[in-house]
């Protein structure tokens, strides 16, 4: 299985971004959670969001919790995040992540992109 995270970018305080998720194969269309992360340079890897299999639940991290919005759609392999009201400390890059439970712990996640680059200056 292959991810690939795109839709990052150079943005300003207060913009918005969607960032997409593509699968290389069926993962989506199985009991997998789709996740994302970020990790901003020196800092440790942080969960921002993640939707089950089926759409009905979502979960997200405090730090960007109300200005992002996860979705999926299972017939094009494809996850979404969302970001309105980007700050300067939303700078960092994005990975998408799928896992066979429903989880906020990147131990947890199985397979990863290779990410995609946020960078919102102020």
């Not at 959670?33 to 759409?55: C, D, L």
């Amino acid at each position: 299985v292959q991810l690939q995270a795109s839709g990052g970018g150079l943005v300003q305080a207060g913009d918005s971004l969607r960032l997409s998720c593509a699968a290389s194969s069926g993962t989506f269309s199985s009991s997998y959670t789709v996740g994302w992360f970020r990790q901003a340079p020196g800092k440790e890897r942080e969960f921002v969001a993640a939707i089950a299999w089926n759409r009905l639940s979502t979960l997200y991290g405090n730090s960007m919790k109300g200005r992002v919005t996860i979705s999926r759609d299972n017939a094009k392999n494809t996850g979404y995040l969302q970001m309105n009201s980007l700050k300067s400390e939303d700078t960092a890059v994005y990975h998408c992540a799928t896992s066979r439970v429903y989880s906020t712990s990147a131990a947890q996640f199985d397979y990863w992109g290779q990410g995609t680059l946020v960078t919102v200056s102020s």
